[in-house]
């Protein structure tokens, strides 16, 4: 296992892409939790996180 600290970059349309989904998200668009399960599943413009991505499916179904 190598000491480097992994860094993760987010470029700004990623940061306004997700900072529009969660909004519909919390809003409780279907479609939207989805889509942030989606991006947390693939750490697409969020950090990568599998529970996270999982309680967002769970709100989606």
């Known amino acids: ?3 480097q600290k992994s860094t993760v970059t987010f470029n700004p349309d990623q940061l306004r892409a997700e900072a529009a989904v969660r909004k519909a998200a919390k ?3 279907p479609e939207a939790q989805f ?3 989606v991006m947390y599943g693939n750490g697409d413009g969020v ?3 599998y529970l996270q ?4 499916f769970e709100r989606a179904a």
């Open 1 to 3: 296992m190598s000491d």
């Open 27 to 29: 809003a409780g668009n």
């Open 35 to 37: 889509r942030l399960g």
């Open 47 to 49: 950090g990568l996180d």
């Open 53 to 56: 991505a999982r309680e967002w």
